[in-house]
């Protein structure tokens, strides 16, 4: 498995935007497909986007399609969510997810993944 590590979330208003950076160790992180989930209190984790690990081709949920992009830079070790014009419904702890060699038909799927960082708090005020 892959360690993983989330790091950029925090206090924003409406309209602005925020950077999650996920750090990646224990294993060749070219080999993984990354995904980011996202979970609101009282509701269920929903995917948010992810990348694959061959070609690289993203994936978007349709609620954040236009405004979130997805990243990731093999030489560091590292993948990034980039957000923008956040609304108050992005509110939700974010984690990042990891899984070797997946296709790219599962990348939506959080039971896909085998690696789990701690989560990172997005708060969005209105």
């Not at 360690?3 to 224990?26: F, H, I, K």
């Not at 061959?54 to 405004?67: I, L, N, P, Q, W």
């Amino acid at each position: 498995q892959v360690q993983l590590v989330e790091s950029g979330g925090g206090l924003v208003q409406a309209g602005g935007s925020l950077r999650l950076s996920c750090a990646a160790s224990g294993r060749t992180f070219s080999n993984y497909a990354i995904g980011w989930f996202r979970q609101a209190p009282g509701k269920e984790r929903e995917f948010v986007a992810a990348i694959g690990w061959s070609a690289g081709r993203t994936y978007y949920a349709d609620s954040v399609k236009g405004r979130f992009t997805i990243s990731r830079d093999n030489a560091k070790n590292t993948a990034s969510l980039q957000m923008t014009n956040l609304k108050p419904e992005d509110t939700a702890v974010y984690y990042c997810a990891a899984g070797l060699r997946l296709p790219d038909y599962k990348l939506a799927r959080k039971g896909s993944y085998d690696s789990w960082g701690q989560g990172t708090q997005v708060t969005v005020s209105s």
